[in-house]
């Protein structure tokens, strides 16, 4: 019976301390939006604040954090997703803006772009066994180097206000429907994680090819798979990043590698720490852009968010590392 009443405290404690940890970087993004609430009160907690910058403007971030965590998941990494994004975009305005082209068409032309990108990728890595880190560096130079020659390394505009009219201006509560649309495939990638086969081979070929490959799971073709999928998400951020700019920049999308890499590997210490989730990927990708928001605010000089992001990457990384090595023997 002493045992019984001594045990209770330990176990609710357990269940305190994993609870707290599930939601830790949520309560940090609230005492953050307090934090800066406080600081800058007139200019950051406004409706228009939120709805225009923290949540309308980050679709393209969030949706390529989203084709981040599928590789990642697989234990790959895909440091090409952001030449895919700007490549994409180059291609939608070139076909679109200056050839005529109509929107669905370069729109095919866009995602089936990612998927080849998601195919080479794929038979470098995993044909020859390079690291994937090093063939989507690679892959990611080449791309760069090829939107440079196509756009003459001009900024192309034009794009059709349809689409613009789609992404940006149509609003829902004030915050444009490229929120919704990143959201929408946040919940579907939940879905498939959680709750479909595919998304449980990608997570124990992730965490042991070994004993995955014993188990029957085809290794290469989840590998192949989770490759294909994050190229062709990284060409669909740069579909709505043609919507949100109306045009190309030969090198914008280079600027969202950093933020989407630290997203998603915070993200990976919320809600199912250890793993990497959509839900979390979400939260952090918004505890981010608070941050980079309120210091904007605050009228730090733009340095600044280089070093918030790297910083944020290297602590997401080792907090990341610590909560694997701990789930590791719990995972089934």
């Known amino acids: 019976m002493t045992d019984t009443t001594s045990a209770a405290p330990k176990k609710n404690s357990r269940t ?5 940890e599930r939601y830790a970087l949520l309560i940090a993004w609230v005492l ?5 609430s406080q600081v800058a009160p007139a200019s950051f907690l406004t409706w228009s604040t939120f709805s225009s910058i923290i949540f309308g403007s980050q679709a ?3 949706v390529l954090t989203l084709a981040l965590i599928i590789p990642l998941t697989a234990g790959d990494f895909d440091l090409s997703v952001a030449a895919v994004l700007t490549f994409s975009a180059m291609l939608l305005a070139i076909l679109n803006a200056k050839l005529g082209w109509p929107l669905w068409g370069a729109f095919l032309v866009c995602l089936g772009m990612g998927l080849a990108i998601g195919l080479i990728n794929a038979f470098f890595i995993l044909y ?3 690291h994937s880190l ?3 560096l690679g892959t990611a130079s080449i791309i760069q180097g090829l939107i440079l020659w196509v756009s003459g390394s001009q900024t192309l505009s034009g794009v059709s206000n349809t689409l613009i009219e789609w992404v940006i201006v149509k609003r829902f509560l ?3 429907l490229a929120f919704y ?3 929408i495939l946040a919940a579907i990638i939940w879905y498939v994680f959680e709750y479909t086969s595919i998304g449980r081979r990608l997570l124990f070929v992730g965490r042991g090819r070994e004993v995955a490959r014993l188990s029957g799971i085809s290794v290469t073709r989840v590998r192949a798979g989770s490759l294909v999928a994050s190229a062709m998400l990284a060409s669909l951020a740069g579909i709505i990043n043609g919507g949100t700019t109306g045009g190309a920049d030969p090198l914008s999308g280079l600027t969202f590698l950093l933020p989407a890499f630290a997203a998603a590997f915070l993200g990976a210490t919320a809600i199912i720490p250890g793993r990497f989730n959509p839900i979390g990927s979400v939260i952090a990708v918004f505890f981010l852009v608070t941050g980079i928001t309120g210091l904007n605010f605050l009228g730090v000089d733009t340095f600044v968010q280089n070093i918030f992001n790297g910083a944020a990457l290297i602590v997401a990384v080792s907090a990341s590392q610590l909560v694997r090595g701990r789930e590791e023997q719990g995972i089934t």
């Open 181 to 183: 649309y990143a959201i």
């Open 134 to 136: 090093i063939v989507t």
């Open 174 to 176: 004030q915050i444009p």
């Open 128 to 130: 020859f066994r390079i």
């Open 16 to 20: 305190w301390a994993t609870e707290l």
């Open 32 to 36: 953050l939006i307090l934090f800066f």
């Open 60 to 62: 393209v971030l969030l």
